[in-house]
């Protein structure tokens, strides 16, 4: 039998440090690594990114911690101290998302950068962030789905340490964080293989293009989670804004193709 994953690391003067927050952290550090240097590529600078997320970072956690209690604000209206109990669990990753998403835009209207091109630069990240990020799920035994059984996980050629830890709540279950990482992982492979070609990409429809790929996956792997986010009439809201996203995206994309003047992405700058 291999022992159940520790959600703690470690601790550090009596404060017990995440599994959690170190997969968080980590994820960060590279993803922000990588977005500096494609920053360059396109004639930005790497500042230019490491500033707007020195904003981004916070304020995507307060609005991915919104996000989770608004939608669960009947018990937090019943324990309204626990709303700033992070530590605890509950950050919806649509919520940072669209906090984020508004701290790049104004970001770059200040700073007088096409703000396109700056979410063309970040998406890949992003997106490799959540297939990262989906781990720490992992190490909390959270994000998982319906009851399943220990053959049909055995069939999916899983290694053991993950087979065992999916034994959550008397019943092994679908790794539905494993479902979503893999399916990011692979769209930011596709996606940057497909950025580096040239004259593939509009402005703007790397951008586009991951909010295709993550909200068609994260649709139907929202459909198989346990611990949905519901909306009246026992709907999933991820299901539902990721249907919209979708839409919205797909749709944006064939409307911004009839500008024949609409500039390719450029990565024509070399990294110095």
Excluded: C
Aim: aromatic share 16%; proline share 3%.
């Amino acid at each position: 039998m291999i022992a159940t994953i520790n959600p703690t690391a470690f601790h550090v003067f009596g404060i017990a440090i995440q599994w959690y927050a170190i997969i968080i952290v980590s994820g960060i550090v590279l993803v922000s690594w990588l977005a500096t240097k494609e920053a360059v590529r396109v004639g930005l600078k790497e500042d230019d990114v490491i500033d707007m997320m020195l904003w981004a970072l916070p304020i995507s956690i307060v609005g991915a911690r919104l996000y989770y209690v608004i939608f669960e604000w009947q018990y937090y209206a019943q324990h309204p101290i626990e709303i700033f109990a992070i530590r605890n669990g509950g950050l919806a990753i649509y919520g940072g998302l669209i906090a984020g998403g508004l701290v790049l835009y104004f970001y770059t209207r200040h700073h007088f950068i096409n703000t396109w091109t700056f979410l063309d630069v970040a998406a890949p990240s992003v997106l490799l962030a959540q297939a990262i990020g989906r781990w720490g799920n992992f190490m909390n035994h959270e994000a998982f789905g319906e009851v399943t059984t220990k053959a049909f996980l055995m069939k999916l050629h899983l290694p053991n340490f993950i087979i065992e830890n999916m034994y959550i709540e008397g019943a092994y279950r679908q790794p539905t964080f494993l479902y979503e990482s893999t399916w990011n992982m692979i769209g930011f492979i596709v996606i940057i293989l497909l950025r580096r070609k040239n004259q593939f990409f509009k402005r703007g429809e790397v951008a586009l293009t991951y909010i295709l790929w993550y909200s068609f996956g994260r649709f139907f792997i929202e459909g198989m989670r346990t611990d949905s986010l519901m909306f009246f009439g026992g709907l999933r809201i991820s299901q539902i804004l990721s249907a919209v996203l979708f839409i919205g995206a797909l749709s944006l994309i064939v409307i911004r193709r009839k500008n024949k003047n609409l500039p390719y992405y450029n990565r024509s700058y070399s990294l110095k």
